[in-house]
């Protein structure tokens, strides 16, 4: 299986995980757990977003 077949882990509901944010900008300046919660949230508003798209 070539490193472009595997299929990334990300949980449903998820387009960009946590993990990714902090490995692509570091860790924030702020409260983390703050932080993390909000961008938990906008993530999850995209996918539904998203979703309803397809949907349509």
């Known amino acids: 299986m070539s490193e472009e077949d595997k299929v990334p882990s990300i949980s449903?509901?998820?387009c960009l995980p946590w993990e990714q944010v902090l490995k692509d900008y570091?860790?924030?300046a702020g409260d983390e757990s703050l932080?993390?919660?909000?961008w938990e949230q906008?993530?999850?508003f995209?996918?539904?977003?998203?979703?309803w798209w397809v949907q349509r």
């Open 12 to 14: 449903p509901g998820t």
């Open 26 to 28: 570091g860790p924030p």
């Open 35 to 38: 932080i993390k919660d909000q």
């Open 42 to 44: 906008l993530d999850a």
């Open 46 to 51: 995209a996918y539904l977003y998203l979703w």
